[in-house]
């Protein structure tokens, strides 16, 4: 999904950060928390107070949670009007936050530490979206690319950022290859056009909930690997960044939206085809209009990981954080090494 591939060279990424941080006019929604799961009278918008997120892209599977805990209320009754904003720039879900022009966006794990660490920026994680990463590298069937070894001598398309190439150089290392066993080519966004028309063998950087069941959809064989699996540390998906200075001073709002997200996913997980249904009605269709068959495969994918037996829906740990800071330095993506324990806050009890 175009989602995956915010995560822009550093340069390129934090020349935009703090000079075009309000850039989203044309991106907003405000949702309105006035009515409860009965359709009634709840709350007047007017005793709510606002508090706005920037999504990582435009609705979908992942982000039900959020719009059934609207639908069910949840965020009215803590008190909180939940305006969500999609990003108009592709590093909107740190920037915002960390300038204090969004109370939270959804970012991803290694772009955040490359951000905190290179530049200083004063972001946190509140919590974690997803337990475990769901980036992988997909292949046509008939390649019979089954794990990074089956690279070599192949064209891989990636995104061209710094963290892919440096993910691809970590899979084909893990398995006896260098760099120069495989060709990398720069696609862009257009991962599954340059799969499907043959100008890659593979491409990475999909995500396994959208890009894997809609090219199943369209009727492509296709295999799959996760680079997790080869070499690159594993990771939470997506997690909830704010700045830092404002939880700091105002945790119990963060509470509140966290608490409202936790009614929201139990929800979910409880009907899933009533949280999909609730996504499909809440769909931005003029630019990433939604399949209900990809969005109910991806939901399927996406509870197990999301909260797990040992790890409760949003819960994080701070060495998880630590091992992919670890090993960014060693890889030299990051030039100095890092204590992630003061980007780590938990504000919720979880049992």
């Excluded at 974690?128 to 008939?142: G, T």
């Excluded at 060709?183 to 890659?200: K, P, R, Y």
């Excluded at 003029?286 to 409760?312: C, G, H, R, Y």
Aim: charged share 20%; aromatic share 10%; with cysteine.
């Amino acid at each position: 999904m175009k989602k995956r591939f915010f995560a822009l060279a550093l340069a390129c990424m934090m020349a935009f950060c703090f000079t075009a941080c309000g850039t989203t006019d044309n991106t907003q929604e405000t949702t309105n928390n006035t009515e409860n799961a009965e359709g009634t009278e709840n709350t007047d918008t007017a005793q709510l107070e606002d508090f706005t997120i920037v999504l990582d892209w435009y609705p979908n599977a992942i982000h039900s949670f959020l719009y059934t805990a609207i639908e069910k209320g949840y965020f009215a009754e803590e008190g909180l009007n939940l305006v969500i904003n999609f990003p108009a720039n592709t590093n909107d879900g740190i920037s915002l936050p960390a300038a204090g022009k969004a109370d939270v966006g959804m970012y991803y794990l290694q772009d955040a530490i490359l951000t905190s660490v290179e530049e200083n920026v004063p972001i946190v994680s509140i919590g974690a979206v997803c337990q475990s990463s769901l980036n992988v590298v997909i292949s046509m069937k008939d390649s019979n690319i089954t794990g990074a070894p089956d690279l070599k001598g192949k064209k891989i398309g990636y995104a061209g950022t710094v963290l892919s190439e440096t993910q691809i150089q970590a899979m084909l290392e893990n398995s006896g290859l260098t760099a120069d066993d495989c060709e990398f080519i720069d696609v862009g966004f257009d991962l599954m056009s340059a799969l499907t028309t043959g100008q890659v063998d593979a491409t990475t950087g999909n995500m396994v909930n959208h890009e894997v069941p809609q090219m199943q959809e369209e009727g492509f064989d296709i295999n799959y690997f996760y680079p997790t699996d080869f070499g690159v540390p594993q990771a939470y998906e997506l997690v909830f960044l704010a700045n830092k200075d404002a939880v700091a001073e105002n945790p119990e709002k963060y509470q509140k939206f966290l608490r409202a997200c936790q009614k929201g996913f139990a929800d979910m997980k409880a009907n899933p085809d009533e949280s999909l249904q609730i996504l499909l009605n809440n769909q931005n269709e003029a630019n990433f209009p939604l399949s209900e068959t990809v969005e109910k495969q991806s939901m399927d994918i996406l509870l197990p990981v999301m909260e797990t037996e040992s790890a409760p829906f949003l819960s994080q740990d701070v060495e998880v954080w630590q091992n992919n800071a670890d090993w960014l330095y060693e890889r030299g993506v990051l030039t100095k090494q890092a204590d992630m324990s003061d980007m780590v806050v938990n504000l919720l009890e979880t049992e």
